[in-house]
């Protein structure tokens, strides 16, 4: 769920949302394409993964196209209502195009990078980590100990804590998957087929996959594909997006 000064988003476990960007330019394009396990749960989730297999990504960010991004992420909502507009979240991914890295001014980035929408601030900023497309990497956001202390994880590799003390939503959504944002007669951008794995939710202290939480709130995965891609699937605990 990236923005720019606003907000947007992406793949599914519980949190799509959509806002604009930071940029003055006009922009006609906010897709979105994933997975999202949205419940009306009494409590939401303790914690987000999967299993990311990086795509190839070409956002055609220029100087002339500032705003052109693309991200392939996962977001969790805490604090409060899943909805807006007083949704907030967290998220964590691999992008590339327009980065307003710790509110310094918009520039170029690609690689792995972590946002945060808290109390209609919207921050984001780049991490230290190589990304190498098609190779896999878990993303982890969690409040392990339910404290209000959110740690990222890339692999076994932490980069700390959001420095917000905020909790559980009241209700349990999450997404996984591309967020593209595109600026009006840029070239077409590039992007591959891909998958996340291994989608989890913790929840009571405990990781559990996917198709737990379908049986248990009676509930299937919704499938965003607001993209010209053939195909977005859901399958045991697999998103796979066909280019």
């Not at 006609?28 to 999967?50: I, P, S, V």
């Not at 949704?87 to 945060?116: C, Q, V």
């Not at 939503?169 to 007669?185: M, P, T």
């Not at 840029?186 to 939480?213: C, L």
């Amino acid at each position: 769920m990236k923005m720019k000064m606003k907000s947007i988003t992406l793949l599914l476990i519980v949190i799509f949302l959509l806002m604009p960007p930071v940029i003055t330019n006009a922009f006609y394009d906010k897709a979105h394409a994933g997975t999202q396990l949205f419940t009306n749960a009494t409590y939401g989730a303790e914690g987000l993964k999967g299993d990311f297999t990086l795509p190839y990504i070409d956002s055609k960010w220029s100087t002339t196209y500032p705003g052109n991004f693309i991200t392939f992420e996962q977001w969790i909502t805490v604090n409060e209502y899943a909805y807006p507009p007083n949704s907030n979240w967290f998220e964590i991914g691999y992008m590339d195009g327009s980065m307003n890295h710790n509110r310094e001014g918009i520039t170029y980035y690609k690689g792995f990078f972590k946002a945060k929408f808290i109390n209609n601030q919207y921050w984001e900023s780049k991490l230290s980590k190589t990304a190498t497309v098609n190779e896999t990497y878990t993303f982890t956001i969690a409040d392990f100990d339910c404290h209000g202390l959110w740690e990222i994880y890339i692999g076994m590799d932490y980069f700390g804590a959001f420095s917000d003390t905020v909790y559980v939503s009241d209700d349990l959504k999450v997404d996984q998957g591309y967020e593209f944002n595109h600026e009006e007669e840029s070239p077409a951008q590039v992007w591959s087929s891909t998958t996340i794995s291994n989608q989890m939710i913790r929840q009571g202290y405990t990781w559990h996959d996917w198709t737990y939480f379908m049986n248990l709130y009676n509930v299937g995965v919704t499938i965003v594909n607001s993209l010209p891609i053939t195909s977005v699937t859901f399958n045991n605990n697999t998103t796979t997006l066909t280019q």
